[in-house]
């Protein structure tokens, strides 16, 4: 295997600014930049992560910790982080806590223990509530949750959830649908955020909201779905929060033989390789996961290198995605 003097020989560098731009420190031109992670390429340098660590008191292992992987939304955002904090040199403990504060307090338990540089965290509703309960002690950034104001300063990458929601209840009601239930993920602050946007839209237009806290997952949609559908007064469309919400009302419509979007109309959140085969295809938000998960993990490494820097709130738009599944009504 190469070594660390190769490659700046390669890059015609020094092997100090090898190590700045390994360690991805700043104030390293962007062409010094270049031809360093060139050489590292073309002689397939690995840096000596166990010496590394040793010399700076850290591990370069950061951690992740999502709120249920079986949601397309979290395998997305994990890919991303796996593949940015690879092309930087780290390598990453990977969590799932299932929504479940127990298993949150043990992983973050477990990260202290290891000794992580940083943390990238979905936290539960009870944590966004009250970060500090859990003595932070290394940098982290927060996806796809809103937090409570806490003693370290914590970074937040989320989509913009009530705009989103809004939209999607606008573009319901826009097409002639009244009657229009929502079933909100009742984890965490997500779904709550997005129940603001579908009732402010809701409300303007003289509409009543039909809404649902249900567990995230599929069997939980189908159900609250079915019973909705079942109702003396039945919804005419349906706005659920995550992929697998969604899921479960195509499920619970299917299995009661409704036609989409003739008797009823669904739409969602974040485009699934099932939302699009499926027909007519599901109208949707589609949320930039891979950009949030790249985004997070650069955010991270940037707080490693600046523990002290002001916190930083990152706000991006979701794409609305028409399919047939909302169509207009006749």
């Known amino acids: 295997m190469a070594s660390i003097k ?36 073309e002689l397939g340098y690995r840096p000596n992560l166990v010496a590394r660590s040793l010399r700076s008191q850290r591990t370069v292992s950061i951690g992740l910790i999502v709120s249920d992987i079986r949601n397309p939304y979290f395998t997305s955002v994990s890919r991303a982080v796996e593949d940015t904090a690879y092309e930087k040199g780290y390598n990453v ?29 979905s936290p539960t509703r009870q944590a966004s509530a009250d970060l500090d309960a859990f003595d932070i002690d290394f940098p982290i950034v927060v996806v796809d949750r809103s937090i409570n104001p806490c003693s370290v300063p914590v970074d937040v990458i989320r989509i913009d959830n009530v705009d989103a929601a809004y939209r999607l209840t606008r573009h319901l009601i826009g097409n002639g649908y009244r009657r229009i239930a929502g079933l909100f993920g009742e984890a965490s602050t997500t779904g709550r955020e997005r129940r603001v946007g579908y009732e402010k839209a809701l409300w303007e237009s003289g509409f009543v909201p039909l809404a649902k806290y249900v567990p995230p997952r599929i069997e939980a949609g189908a159900k609250a779905a079915r019973a909705l559908l079942e109702s003396e007064s039945p919804p005419d469309a349906f706005l659920t929060t995550n992929s697998l919400l969604m899921a479960g ?35 949707l938000i589609d949320q930039p996961t891979y950009q949030i998960g790249r985004t997070a993990t650069e955010l991270l490494l940037e707080r490693i290198q600046d523990p002290d820097s002001p916190p930083r709130e990152v706000i991006l738009e979701g794409e609305l995605v028409l399919g047939g599944s909302s169509a207009p009504r006749t």
């Open 249 to 283: 009302a195509l499920i619970a419509i299917r299995d009661l033989g409704l036609r989409i979007p003739e008797q009823v109309g669904l739409v969602g959140f974040d485009k699934t390789t099932w939302s699009t085969l499926v027909q007519p295809s599901i109208t």
């Open 6 to 41: 190769e490659v700046a020989e390669s890059a015609g560098v020094s092997t100090a600014t090898v190590s700045r731009v390994l360690s991805n420190k700043p104030y390293v031109r962007p062409e010094l930049r270049d031809r360093v992670m060139r050489a590292v390429e």
């Open 93 to 121: 403990i990977f969590c799932n806590t299932d929504e479940n504060p127990e298993k949150e307090a043990l992983y973050l338990q477990l990260m202290r223990d290891q000794n992580v540089a940083g943390v990238i965290f």
